[in-house]
């Protein structure tokens, strides 16, 4: 999603949740070999977030309900360090530093959050928590280096001393947040499964409203897809 002159432009592509390596995926900039067993359990497979650090880069694997980590790697890889467990669905650089973001959600387990990565005294890199959120899917670096963050509860902005601003809060559900941009006059859009949130701001408030292809006449959760919507054909006269 990229926004120019007031214009916002989607990837008319739809993800499929089954074949999540397809989202927001960065090739690693080295090759790693991990066993095949096992390896998303311990963290090391799943979709990839990678970030330059000056000393190599920092790795995000995410699998989802099967494991995730997030490790730093040196520019060969023959030197690493394991810096957590989360789900980090995004990795960027900061006024504050390298930001990873957290959400999943699975079953009864959900978790939320940004992780500030950061050097210690003796220059290892470690990881601590930065922010709370509700959850993570998306997110949208500002002008003045705030970030939006959205998921399927909503979107929130965090700002770069760690405070967390609620801006809208929804139940999207099924609609699977993948992308949020803002334009200029502070228009949020967050692309969603077969269509687009667009919040406007109204006052002290945002109006939603929801952008589909002209031939969807409306979407409906699919039965046999948990977590994907579809276009169907209008219901009743």
Same mark, same amino acid.
């Given at each position: 999603?990229?926004?120019?002159?007031?214009?916002?432009?989607?990837?008319?592509?739809?993800?499929?949740?089954?074949?999540?390596?397809?989202?927001?995926?960065?090739?690693?900039?080295?090759?790693?070999?991990?066993?095949?067993?096992?390896?998303?359990?311990?963290?090391?497979?799943?979709?990839?977030?990678?970030?330059?650090?000056?000393?190599? @880069?920092?790795?995000?694997?995410?699998?989802?309900?099967?494991?995730?980590?997030?490790?730093?790697?040196?520019?060969?890889?023959?030197?690493?360090?394991?810096?957590?467990?989360?789900?980090?669905?995004?990795?960027?650089?900061?006024?504050?530093?390298?930001?990873?973001?957290?959400?999943?959600?699975?079953?009864?387990?959900?978790?939320?959050?940004?992780?500030?990565?950061?050097?210690?005294?003796?220059?290892?890199?470690?990881?601590?928590?930065?922010?709370?959120?509700?959850?993570?899917?998306?997110?949208?670096?500002?002008?003045?280096?705030?970030?939006?963050?959205?998921?399927?509860?909503?979107?929130?902005?965090?700002?770069?001393?760690?405070?967390?601003?609620?801006?809208?809060?929804?139940?999207?559900?099924?609609?699977?947040?993948?992308?949020?941009?803002?334009?200029?006059?502070?228009?949020?859009?967050?692309?969603?499964?077969?269509?687009?949130?667009?919040?406007?701001?109204?006052?002290?408030?945002?109006?939603?409203?929801?952008?589909?292809?002209?031939? @969807?006449?409306?979407?409906?959760?699919?039965?046999?897809?948990?977590?994907? @919507?579809? @276009?169907?054909?209008?219901?009743?006269?």
């Amino acid at each position: 999603m990229t926004v120019a002159d007031g214009r916002v432009r989607f990837d008319r592509h739809t993800p499929n949740p089954r074949e999540p390596d397809r989202i927001h995926a960065d090739p690693l900039p080295f090759k790693l070999d991990v066993p095949a067993k096992g390896s998303a359990a311990a963290g090391l497979a799943g979709r990839t977030q990678v970030l330059a650090v000056p000393d190599g @880069c920092l790795v995000a694997f995410n699998a989802g309900e099967f494991g995730a980590g997030v490790r730093w790697f040196s520019s060969d890889a023959e030197h690493r360090k394991h810096l957590g467990s989360e789900h980090v669905v995004r990795l960027i650089d900061t006024a504050a530093g390298p930001l990873g973001f957290v959400g999943f959600s699975h079953l009864s387990a959900s978790e939320g959050g940004v992780l500030r990565f950061t050097r210690d005294a003796n220059r290892r890199w470690v990881s601590k928590v930065f922010a709370n959120l509700k959850s993570a899917s998306a997110v949208w670096k500002e002008s003045d280096g705030s970030v939006l963050v959205a998921s399927s509860e909503g979107v929130e902005r965090v700002r770069m001393d760690g405070q967390v601003e609620p801006l809208y809060s929804a139940d999207w559900g099924l609609a699977s947040p993948q992308t949020i941009a803002a334009s200029p006059d502070g228009t949020i859009y967050v692309g969603m499964q077969r269509a687009i949130a667009r919040l406007t701001p109204t006052g002290h408030t945002l109006r939603e409203e929801w952008l589909v292809d002209a031939n @969807c006449a409306h979407l409906h959760a699919s039965i046999d897809r948990v977590a994907e @919507c579809e @276009c169907g054909a209008a219901s009743g006269p």
